[in-house]
């Protein structure tokens, strides 16, 4: 398994979709390819319109660094290491939500989910990336 086909990708969003109507909270959900290109995307009813956005940052974020979006954000907080790397690459987003598909040590792409807080929105694509 090296690429994230269409397939794979809607069943990272159907899990993830799962995930999220059991929360009961309205998300928008991006998957990404390994070279950070929408692949598969939805917005449920009532969700922000700003989490479209970040919902895909969220994605390209974790695909960027092949890392979660949550383990970037505590490299990236003031003092840290990392301290301003969300100014970089177009906008990044450092906070939970977004995380890396990978199989065995091949990126294939990543997931990202806003909507929630933190935590839910981290429930949500963890849920999602279990499917690949």
């Known amino acids: 398994m090296t690429d994230l086909s269409l397939d794979?990708?809607?069943?990272?969003?159907?899990a993830a979709l799962a995930a999220a109507r059991?929360?009961?909270v309205p998300f928008s959900?991006?998957?990404v390819d390994a070279g950070g290109h929408l692949k598969a995307f939805f917005?449920?009813?009532g969700a922000t319109l700003g989490s479209i956005d970040i919902a895909v940052r969220k994605a390209r974020t974790a695909q960027l660094f092949r890392?979660?979006?949550g383990t970037l954000g505590r490299y990236s907080q003031p003092g840290g290491a990392l301290y301003g790397i969300e100014l970089t690459n177009g906008g990044l987003v450092?906070?939970?939500g977004g995380t890396p598909l990978m199989a065995d040590t091949t990126l294939l792409g990543a997931?990202?989910?806003?909507?929630?807080?933190?935590e839910?929105?981290?429930?949500?694509?963890?849920?999602g990336a279990a499917a690949l």
């Open 8 to 14: 794979r990708a809607r069943g990272i969003l159907d």
């Open 22 to 24: 059991d929360a009961g």
């Open 67 to 69: 890392m979660p979006t």
């Open 120 to 127: 839910q929105d981290h429930s949500v694509a963890t849920a």
């Open 43 to 45: 917005s449920q009813d």
């Open 111 to 118: 997931i990202g989910v806003s909507g929630g807080l933190p």
């Open 94 to 96: 450092t906070f939970p």
């Open 29 to 31: 959900i991006a998957v």
